[in-house]
């Protein structure tokens, strides 16, 4: 079946370390989207990319980072300087230029610093 | 920038109850709008979408919603809430420019009574 797949489904990472958050999707969808969730606060959006090997800062960037080298992957890396990182962590995708369609998501990834 | 106002951050209905979840949006061109469900430590699963073809959008689980552009709204209705209808529901719009963009409200929470 085609879909989104994060990994894991629960992280817990010690003060100052770095951690890294899987997305992999089997779309064929060109544009990822990491976003943040808190409750009471929607969905932020993190990075977006809309091309392999190109991303672009949202609204809440610092203190995380990505790459896209290939169309399938857009892992997400939580450093040591997001001050505050435990949250559930959702990824996204969707298919520009073949007529609009929604962005599908993956099932999360919850984030704990213990 | 876009942003999605979303009324009452609880709602709660009788089963059999008429659902009526509001959001507003802030730009005077009408975007694509977009309603999402998410189930406890889920991912976020599209209701319906406006994408300008019509102002009364059906869509999954008897939900409609209906673009009023001179009031800037976009209010997720159901004639006859079920207690399977309890979630997280996320009114979302995308950018004005840039349709691979997209900004969330921050969500309401829907509990149906017996």
């Known amino acids: 079946d085609g879909g989104i797949t994060q990994s894991p489904k629960y992280l817990f990472r010690k003060e100052g370390q770095n951690v890294t958050l899987s997305c992999e999707q089997n779309?064929?969808?060109?544009?990822m989207y990491w976003y943040r969730q808190d409750p009471g606060q929607g969905l932020r959006l993190i990075y977006y990319?809309?091309?392999?090997?190109?991303?672009q800062k949202g609204d809440i960037a610092e203190g995380y980072s990505v790459s896209r080298e290939k169309k399938e992957s857009f892992p997400l890396t939580v450093t040591s300087a997001q001050k505050n990182p435990t949250a559930f962590y959702l990824c996204a995708s969707i298919s520009p230029g073949q007529g609009f369609t929604e962005a599908f998501f993956g099932q999360g990834t919850r984030l704990t610093v213990v | 920038a876009q942003s999605v106002t979303q009324l009452g951050s609880h709602v709660s209905v009788s089963e059999g109850a008429l659902v009526l979840l509001r959001c507003n949006y802030s730009?005077?061109?009408?975007?694509?709008l977009f309603w999402y469900v998410q189930y406890p430590n889920q991912g976020l699963q599209l209701l319906l979408k406006y994408t300008s073809a019509a102002t009364l959008v059906k869509g999954i689980n008897g939900f409609e919603a209906e673009f009023k552009k001179s009031e800037t709204s976009f209010h997720l209705t159901k004639p006859s809430a079920h207690m399977s209808d309890a979630a997280e529901y996320f009114c979302a719009v995308s950018d004005t420019y840039n349709f691979n963009k997209f900004y969330f409200g921050s969500g309401t929470k829907l509990n149906v009574k017996p």
């Open positions: 990319s809309q091309i392999v090997n190109d991303f």
């Open positions: 779309l064929n969808h060109d544009a």
């Open positions: 730009s005077s061109v009408p975007p694509y």
